[in-house]
């Protein structure tokens, strides 16, 4: 039997590290369990490498085989390495089990998947790492500064359920010279009790300040939301505010993906007929890039992306001031489970090892954070295929792509911007903010792991 890149399949691990054998009356002998944790931790690297292998070439046998060595020196509350392994044995495990749906599905019939504690876990997250933090700053200042002067301010925040960042900004908008507009926000979640703590928390702190607010609740799917039903009124600046939730609409289009491989490779065509680049193409012939049909093999839309471009075009259709995106800056959207596990294992390694930098391994809030937020995600990613597998997480320059081709233009993140951000790092070791191409970028130390990035609605006359 062969792996999937053609090198046979071995069944004992223990080749990695010539000094241990098998054959010493135990295939877990104590001194294996002794190493030191950086011998540890290169160990547990191959090792989920060639089990991930052995599951993505369907040997069971030899996978089962694998992931119980890798159960013996992993551990959710060890050192970095062992805390990554255990989380990325659960998720092989899980794709593994994928494979028997009754046997799955009798196994999770009883699990209870709890809003209030999700949200719970992502506060504790933005509590513990100044990720979150930077990312609201920024948003806030942008919109602050693109809203100056307007009287009538209208916010579409597509995931709301953190009134923190809203609080903040009615205070900063409280305090303008000109005196603060009339403000709403129209909030998107899924829950409608959600909804309803934003709505009170946020009610709450504008009748405070006494600023003339409104707060609409719409209770959808991101994917299911009806952009053009949205209530915008004429003669209100519109912003448009999105944190870690866009790249979740990139899994309605893999079905169509897998029907119409070709589709990804239009917009490639189109500008090397013309020997064009983006930027150029679009300055030609705008007109002709946003009038073509979505179906059309020619548009960019339907590059690979339809149901992304089309909400980004609905989007664009608002004519917001302004747009502030955040999301993860690495590609957990590869075709090969190889892929998403190399990109994985090096992402979500930086995020445990920034938490193993600042917070104590015992506190159970951040054991809840690596469980039910990191853990969660990889396993999305590991496990999960089709339309069920939505952390698709992609870097910013497909991102800056996108939203050109939607129409979009870029706004340069203010100066004052960058140092609010960098004044939230303050007392933070390890962690750093690089300015790209007008957006910003939150690294540990030198691995960027999200970024945040502002557009306006631009017209073509």
């Given at each position: 039997m062969a792996q999937e890149d053609g090198s046979p399949v071995t069944s004992s691990p223990l080749q990695f590290f010539p000094w241990l054998s098998p054959g010493m009356g135990s295939p877990y002998p104590t001194w294996l369990r002794e190493l030191k944790s950086e011998e540890r931790g290169l160990y547990l690297i191959q090792l989920l490498y060639s089990c991930a292998k052995h599951v993505a070439s369907g040997s069971i046998e030899n996978a089962?085989?694998?992931?119980?060595?890798?159960?013996?020196?992993?551990?959710?509350?060890?050192?970095?390495?062992?805390?990554?392994?255990?989380?990325?044995?659960?998720?092989?495990a899980d794709r593994m089990l994928k494979a028997w749906p009754g046997l799955y599905k009798a196994l999770n019939s009883t699990k209870i998947t709890s809003v209030s504690e999700e949200i719970l876990v992502k506060r504790l997250f933005c509590d513990l790492c100044p990720f979150l933090k930077v990312a609201y700053v920024v948003t806030n200042q942008?919109?602050?500064?693109?809203?100056?002067?307007?009287?009538?301010?209208?916010?579409?925040?597509?995931?709301?359920?953190?009134?923190?960042?809203?609080?903040?900004?009615?205070?900063?908008?409280?305090?303008?010279?000109?005196?603060?507009?009339?403000?709403?926000?129209?909030?998107?979640?899924?829950?409608?009790?959600v909804l309803d703590?934003?709505?009170?928390?946020?009610?709450?702190?504008a009748g405070n300040l006494n600023i003339p607010f409104q707060f609409n609740a719409i209770v959808s799917k991101l994917e299911n939301l009806d952009i053009e039903s949205l209530p915008v009124k004429?003669?209100?600046?519109?912003?448009?505010?999105?944190?870690?939730?866009?790249?979740?609409?990139?899994?309605?289009?893999?079905?169509?993906?897998?029907?119409?491989?070709?589709?990804?490779?239009n917009l490639q065509k189109v500008l090397h007929m013309n020997?064009?680049?983006?930027?150029?193409?679009?300055?030609?012939?705008?007109?002709?890039?946003?009038?073509?049909?979505?179906?059309?093999?020619?548009?960019?839309?339907?590059?690979?992306?339809?149901?992304?471009?089309?909400?980004l075009t609905s989007l664009w259709g608002l004519s917001p001031k302004l747009m502030v995106i955040t999301e993860q800056e690495s590609n957990h959207n590869g075709h090969t489970l190889m892929d998403r596990i190399v990109e994985a294992l090096n992402f979500y390694g930086a995020l445990f090892d920034c938490l193993e930098s600042t917070v104590p391994r015992s506190p159970m809030e951040r054991q809840k954070v690596?469980?039910?937020?990191?853990?969660?995600?990889?396993?999305?990613?590991?496990?999960?295929?089709?339309?069920e597998r939505t952390e698709r997480h992609e870097k910013l320059e497909k991102w800056i792509l996108r939203l050109e081709l939607a129409g979009f233009g870029r706004v340069p993140l203010s100066y004052h911007g960058m140092l609010q951000a960098r004044r939230q790092l303050q007392g933070y070791e390890g962690f750093k903010i690089k300015e790209e191409n007008g957006c910003l970028v939150i690294c540990w130390h030198d691995r960027p792991l999200f970024s945040t990035s502002a557009w306006r609605f631009r017209r073509y006359e």
């Open positions: 089962n085989i694998w992931l119980d060595h890798i159960s013996q020196l992993a551990s959710p509350d060890g050192d970095t390495m062992q805390r990554i392994a255990a989380y990325f044995n659960e998720a092989l942008a919109i602050v500064e693109a809203m100056e002067g307007e009287k009538m301010v209208h916010i579409i925040d597509l995931h709301s359920c953190e009134p923190a960042q809203w609080i903040y900004l009615i205070q900063t908008l409280n305090a303008r010279p000109e005196g603060p507009p009339h403000l709403r926000i129209t909030g998107i979640h899924e829950q409608k009790e703590q934003m709505f009170h928390r946020l009610t709450e702190e004429t003669g209100e600046a519109l912003a448009v505010c999105s944190v870690l939730q866009l790249h979740s609409l990139l899994a309605a289009d893999d079905d169509l993906r897998r029907k119409s491989p070709l589709a990804s490779k020997k064009l680049t983006l930027g150029e193409w679009l300055e030609k012939d705008p007109i002709s890039a946003y009038n073509l049909s979505p179906d059309s093999a020619l548009s960019p839309l339907s590059s690979g992306s339809p149901k992304m471009g089309s909400f690596e469980k039910m937020l990191f853990g969660e995600e990889i396993k999305n990613i590991i496990a999960c295929e089709g339309t």
